[in-house]
């Protein structure tokens, strides 16, 4: 990986980047380097889909699939990342990756690649906000009456999603400082939870990170996955956690047209937050799974198995300062989700890609936020959680943000050297083409066991939008959408 050394561009320089793209300065360009680290850091959040599903990973093989089973699906997570930071840099726009496909592979290309990462990451917003109200309900107790349960829950979650559309639409400034705010705020809980269970476990049983044990049909009142015998098929499944915990890393290309010297810290802030995120997650869920009394005491409480723990092992005033922090951390997550989906929705209509284009294109003239593309994908997302459950909606979003992933960095393959002549400041050299083929393979793995029991209703979501694309596509954006424009490559 090669990254320049001369002196950062100016901001004018980044719009002078944009404008040979194609396109001119109209969102507020403040963010920094680190801002736009954190805006992925956030949506990754360690504390959210690595606390929300620890049961998916532990009700696999148990204590393999933690402390095996992350650093595995991380590295392939980096792989990606790398791959999609080399052409960050070349192509730094808001919704990059919808930029990149149309660029390297073609209008169809991009068009796909836009439909499929614009409907993961408003499923990713929904698998947020669904997984924030059942872990705080669950860890503080509340009982909801069971008539009006789910009646409560929809309030709830439409309720967070709208206010986190509130803070968005007033713009990037107050939106990066939140995000800010939640990178500090993840990394300093996720350390205090990680030392706090360190302290507090007994005895160490170093054996558990690399045995495997078959905890297939458990919990007996709801398993996570059906019974079965084969191990290594297990351990597959297990890889949903870390494969569903560190996604969202694309965040820090959809604020590209947001971020000061954007050819460089785009393509940092992708591959960052994905290191930092997997090394300080893997060492978090290391230290839960060491001090659970035993593997299969947690087992028996499935989805409740951290929250349990925290309560079970400390102190009181340490267990609820605790928890409080996840939640946080956890609604901060879904803002930022929602900045990314908001962002990407924003490009693909400058381009003609959304019905209504027209007005989803819109930027706010006091705020510079595109209003009423944030406000699309809030309720969007938050009609979504309604008609779905939250283990399928994880497994969904996770098929569909790799395959948005991967689709640019395929196109890449065969367009570098060839179509693709720009090459930004941080670029990967000779490793890109391998990187690029390790990525493509890793993403089929990952859509086969997205798709199994109990997550079989992804076969029929992700096929039915594949499908209809396919008639969409052929049938009439195929003649009527023009793509970006095509000015450098």
Known sequence: MTTSSQRP???????????????????ARRMSGFSN??????????????????????????????????????????????????????????????????????????????????????????????GTYDFAIAAFGLTPPESSATLLRTVVVVGMTLSQGMFNHYGIRLTTRLTDLSGYLILGVASALTIALILATKHFDWARLWTFE??????????????????????????????????????????????????RNVPKGIVRSVWVSGLFGWVMICAILLALPTVRQGVEHGSDVVHWLIKSVLPSWAAWTLLGGIVICQ??????????????????????????????????????????????????????????????????????????YVLPVAAGFFAIGRSWKRIGPWHLGRWYRPLAAVAVMGCLFLIVIGMQPPNQQAVWIVGGVIVLMVVVWFGLERKRFKGPPQQAK
């Open 331 to 404: 609604y901060l997550c879904g803002l930022a989700a929602l900045t990314s989906c908001s962002r990407m929705a924003f490009a693909f209509a400058r381009d003609g890609g959304l019905p209504f284009s027209k007005q989803l294109r819109v930027v706010n003239p006091h705020s510079k936020s595109p209003s009423a593309a944030v406000w699309v994908s809030a309720v969007s997302s938050a009609i979504f959680t309604i008609l779905v459950p939250y283990t399928t909606i994880a497994a969904i979003c996770t098929v569909l943000l790799y395959i948005s």
């Open 9 to 27: 561009p100016s901001q004018p320089e980044d719009e002078r980047l944009l404008q040979q793209l194609g396109y001119k300065q109209e969102l």
């Open 214 to 263: 078959n905890f297939s049909g458990l919990p007996e009142t709801g398993p996570v996955f059906p019974k079965q015998t084969n191990l290594l098929w297990l351990f597959a499944l297990g890889l949903l956690l870390p494969a569903y915990t560190i996604t969202g890393f694309d965040a820090s290309a959809h604020t590209s047209e947001e971020t000061i010297d954007a050819a």
């Open 37 to 130: 680290f954190a805006i992925s850091l956030s949506i990754i959040c360690i504390l959210a889909g690595g606390i929300t599903s620890f049961h998916v990973g532990l009700c696999s093989v148990g204590g393999a699939s933690i402390a095996l089973g992350w650093p595995l699906a991380c590295l392939f997570s980096l792989v990606v990342a790398m791959a999609m930071g080399q052409i960050a840099s070349a192509f730094p726009t808001a919704g990059g990756l919808y930029h990149w496909g149309s660029i390297l592979g073609g209008r169809g290309c991009g068009w796909v690649t836009a439909w499929f990462n614009l409907t993961g990451l408003i499923t990713v917003l929904a698998a947020i906000n669904a």
